[in-house]
């Protein structure tokens, strides 16, 4: 089941809440998430596997964006049902909303319109907008909740379950996702960068984990995961914006990111970073390859 949308309307939250496993990183950012992130919920009666996706939106004239947009419609297209998430408070339906709301209508897969942030707005604010929306698409159903409080959350549940295909669970019950720790590991340290430097840099970034040593914590002395990672950039000023004025900067992403690759792993961890430039890979196959991003 694939959680679509424009950016930034909570679908990497949404996933986590329902998975209970922080799977997707969040960030106050647009286009956090950058691929299709598998989170897998075990009931007694049902397994659900939910895909977030990049969001939705009109500037994606090539390279790492274009490739992002085409990632969520395919995974769209390759979902047994869809939720088109919008924000209580967002905007009217403009050019770009109409145009992400045609990319769902063509898929032509049953869709639940999720009606996230309703902690921000009035009860009675509802309304009119569920009203509004209803005339746009024939939605299987439109469920409002708060993805970040989890105001109405569990109740979608069912409405999920009603739309997957008979047949036998495709994953162990211990499984919650398909992504490797290494991978779920840059992705925490990207959501750091991603919060703590300015607009030009978080989207020519990406994280590569060149060494995940975990034999202490395999053979239990002191449970200690040695982690060296280096982070892209695509210009000097930016490297120079991550690493901050005497290394502050790259010392506070790793310090955060460290906490949250603890909490993940359920062990020590010894985090290294280092930033190196490639000019310009954000717009060529080789680069994107090279920063891990294959098709």
């Known amino acids: 089941m694939a959680i679509v949308g424009r950016p930034n309307v909570g679908k990497s939250t949404l996933l986590n809440r329902l998975i209970g496993q922080k799977v997707a990183i969040v960030s106050p950012k647009p286009q956090t998430t950058r691929g299709k992130v598998l989170g897998i919920l075990t009931l007694e009666d049902a397994q659900i596997a939910l895909l977030d996706t990049p969001g939705l939106h009109t500037a994606a004239k090539g390279g790492l964006n274009a490739r992002m947009v085409n990632r969520a419609l395919q995974t769209l297209a390759d979902a047994d049902a869809a939720l088109f998430l919008i924000e209580a408070q967002g905007p009217a339906i403009d050019t770009a909303m109409r145009k992400a709301l045609d990319q769902v209508k063509a898929a032509k897969k049953p869709t639940l319109l999720v009606i996230n942030k309703i902690d921000a707005v009035r009860k009675h604010e509802l309304l009119p907008l569920i ?165």
């Not at 999920?160 to 996702?177: N, Q, S, V, Y």
């Open 131 to 295: 009203e509004r929306w209803k005339s746009e698409y024939d939605w299987t159903e439109i469920y409002p909740l708060s993805a970040l409080t989890g105001q109405n959350v569990e109740g979608l549940l069912p409405a999920l379950i009603k739309h997957l295909p008979e047949g036998e669970r495709m994953f162990d019950k211990e499984i919650w996702t398909d992504v490797s720790e290494q991978k779920l590991c840059a992705e925490l340290v990207r959501e750091q960068i991603l919060r703590q430097t300015e607009q030009e840099v978080p989207y020519s970034t990406a994280v590569l984990v060149e060494e995940f040593d975990e034999t202490e914590r395999e053979e239990g002395k002191h449970g200690l995961v040695r982690i060296l990672a280096t982070v892209l950039c695509e210009r000097d000023s930016q490297k120079a914006i991550i690493i901050g004025k005497g290394g502050s900067r790259l010392k506070e992403i790793g310090t955060l990111a460290r906490k949250e690759i603890e909490r993940l792993l359920g062990a020590k961890v010894f985090l290294q970073l280092h930033v190196r430039v490639e000019p310009g890979w954000t717009q060529s196959e080789k680069g994107m390859r090279r920063a891990g991003y294959e098709d």
